[in-house]
């Protein structure tokens, strides 16, 4: 992403280094379902509590008759007059056909594929509220799409949603150019996929690109979207989060907060939290059956108050803490766990709701973000200071995708071992082709079905071709580490082998298990030598799918 002469090399720094200025907190939004359904009071409720950004549908069966008349004459195709009266904006969805062209289906014939857009137009033309046209849910899963499409491979799937994008970029241009078309419409961030929209020529036809990272640990979300940007014409493309949301009442507020600091980073320009009123998936809403704001609101509104639009800048100290600092005075904190002190009385600890936290001490949590506000700017060491970090290396935390530069080197290597050597893994993209990861995840071009991701690894092989996947780290120093590492296959009757080892001298080895912990294991090092963890299939086992997690820690 974002040449041998100065000039040039500045060239093609200077919009990163314009990017990471203009970093600011994204704009809240909110998935709503009016188009679906009114239940009684809650859209004066919505617009009451000040949520006036709404992703949400006119559903194209709704508006246009038999005879091709678009009527706008019940309440699910009349309420964005009630977001204008209110100043509120809405962000028009449309992703589903109508009975009148290919039999109801994902539109994919030409009439079809004119009307898709033509009704995106109608909606436009007679609502001003109407901002945005997002183009497709999640048009890379089966979920949402129907019809002759379903059954086929993606580059067929690309082709159809570059034509529907490009109907209703034409047409809604034509009725009001400054609405902006939001394209991509993906679940996950799948590289390959979006790789061949912009083949198509998608990028030309829409002003931002719409993810729904579900796929993706929060923590990951700023290193994949800067994947997604590897390709040359989604460089610079705005990104809009449409959909995110938590199925966790007890973390749902702290997952917005840490969200929202990696959409942050990422450039994100919008984030809309999925979703407003409870849809019964189990996702947390802002507002429950009786029209009580949830504490997931609370965070919303804390957020568009404090954060909403402010400079931000990445102020992590390490690889094993996440921060976002906005406005040079409000930090948001969270990572591997230490103590957090606050040195100056001029700082204020919140959490993730915005009430204020009575204490001048803390632990950091990997899950739960701390607060840290000041009218002055903020001052580590002056105004607060963190517990020395003893992690030297974390399999999680430190999780990356080579970009093939030759630029800084993982601290804990990942590769795989076979009869022919140690190779490194590589940055594969998300959705390369059936059974493959949605997300980017760590590979080989010779093996598609090795695999590394953030929690999980898949390694395969055979008795008569043994393949390894290791995690290795070199000590930089003579050093006492301790080992905690955990390994535990997904399917019952999955099987792995383990094998820990310091300076090329095995440790201990754990052979056709399903759970694997290594626990407290402290290994002595001199400068240079390494510990070395190689996982490996067992002996005829085949569904060896392995949740796993490996952390090192300096013994003082």
């Given at each position: ?5 100065i ?5 093609c720094?200077?919009?990163?280094l314009?990017t ?11 998935a709503?379902?009016f ?9 004066a409720?919505?617009l009451d509590m000040g949520?006036d950004d709404?992703?949400?549908?006119l559903?194209w069966?709704r ?5 091709g ?9 009349l309420?964005p ?9 809405l962000?028009?969805l449309v ?12 539109p994919?014939s030409?009439?079809a594929?004119a009307?898709?857009?033509?009704h995106a137009?109608a909606?436009?033309q ?5 901002r945005?046209?997002?183009v ?5 899963s089966?979920?949402f799409?129907?019809?002759p ?16 994008l ?7 241009g034509a ?6 078309i ?11 996929y ?9 990028a030309?036809l ?6 729904h ?20 014409e989604?460089?610079d ?8 949301g ?8 702290a ?6 600091c990696q959409m ?11 979703p407003?009123n409870d849809?019964g998936d ?6 429950d ?10 965070t919303y ?8 639009g402010a400079?931000v800048q990445?102020?992590a100290?390490d690889?094993?803490?996440?921060a976002?600092?906005f ?10 766990p ?6 100056s009385?001029a ?17 950091l949590?990997?899950?739960?973000p ?5 009218d ?5 060491g002056?105004d607060?200071?963190l517990?020395?970090q003893?992690v ?7 999780f ?8 800084a080197a993982?601290?804990l ?22 059974s ?10 010779e093996?598609?079905?090795l ?7 898949l390694p ?5 071709w043994?393949v ?5 780290f ?7 580490l301790?080992?905690?590492?955990s390994f535990?296959t ?13 300076a090329?001298q ?8 399903n ?10 090092l ?9 996982v490996s299939?067992?002996?005829g ?10 952390t ?5």
């Open positions: 992403m974002p040449r041998r002469l000039f040039p090399i500045l060239l720094l200077l919009p990163t314009i990471a200025q203009d970093l600011r907190g994204p704009a809240l939004a909110a709503s379902s188009g679906q359904g009114l239940p009684e009071g809650l859209l409720k919505t949520i709404l992703r949400d549908e559903f069966y508006t246009e008759d038999a005879s008349d678009f009527i706008f004459d019940d309440p699910m195709t309420y007059d009630a977001l204008e009266q209110a100043g509120a904006r962000s028009l992703n589903n056909g109508h009975a009148s062209y290919d039999d109801g289906d994902t994919y030409a009439e594929v009307g898709f857009g033509r137009a909606v436009v007679r609502f001003p509220a109407t945005s046209v997002e497709g849910n999640e048009f890379n089966q979920m799409i129907s019809g499409l379903k059954d086929q491979d993606l580059a067929a799937r690309a082709r159809a949603y570059v034509a529907l490009k109907s209703v970029r034409d047409q809604v009725i009001d150019p400054t609405v902006r939001i394209g991509g419409g993906v679940h996950s961030i799948p590289v390959a979006l790789g061949q929209l912009v083949d198509l020529g998608a030309e829409m002003d931002s690109i719409a993810l990272p579900y796929d993706t640990p929060i923590e990951l979300i700023a290193a994949q979207i800067a994947v997604m940007r590897r390709l040359p989604l460089a493309m705005p990104v809009e989060i449409t959909e995110f938590s199925e966790s009442r007890e973390t749902a507020s997952d917005m907060v840490r969200g929202y942050a980073l990422s450039g994100v320009t919008r984030m809309v939290w999925y407003l849809r189990g996702y947390v809403p802002l507002i059956a009786s029209l009580t704001p949830t504490a997931a609101y609370d509104a804390y957020l568009r108050a404090e954060f909403e400079t990445d102020a100290p690889s094993f803490t996440r976002c600092l406005d040079g005075r409000k930090l948001i904190l969270w990572g591997m230490r103590k957090l002190t606050l040195l009385d700082v204020t600890l919140w959490d993730t709701t915005g009430a204020p936290l009575e204490t001048r001490e803390a632990m949590s990997e899950v739960a701390l607060i840290l506000t000041s002055t700017p903020l001052v580590e002056r607060y200071a517990a020395p003893e030297v290396a974390d399999s999680f935390f430190q990356t995708y080579p970009d093939g530069s030759g630029g993982d601290p290597s990942r590769s795989m071992r076979d009869r022919n050597g140690t190779h490194p893994l590589q940055t594969m993209p998300g959705q390369s082709g059936p493959r990861p949605w997300t980017p995840w760590l590979g080989t071009p093996n598609g079905d695999r590394l991701l953030s929690r999980v690894m395969v092989g055979s008795p008569d043994p390894e996947i290791l995690h290795a070199t000590a930089p120093e003579a050093m006492t301790k080992v905690d590492a535990d997904v399917a019952e009757d999955g099987r792995v082998d383990v094998t820990l080892s310091a090329n095995p440790v201990r080895t754990w052979k056709d298990a759970t694997v912990p290594i626990e407290d294991d402290t290994l002595r001199s400068a240079g030598e390494t510990v070395e963890i190689a299939p067992a002996a086992s085949d569904d060896n799918l392995t949740r796993y997690r490996i090192l820690r300096k013994v003082p």
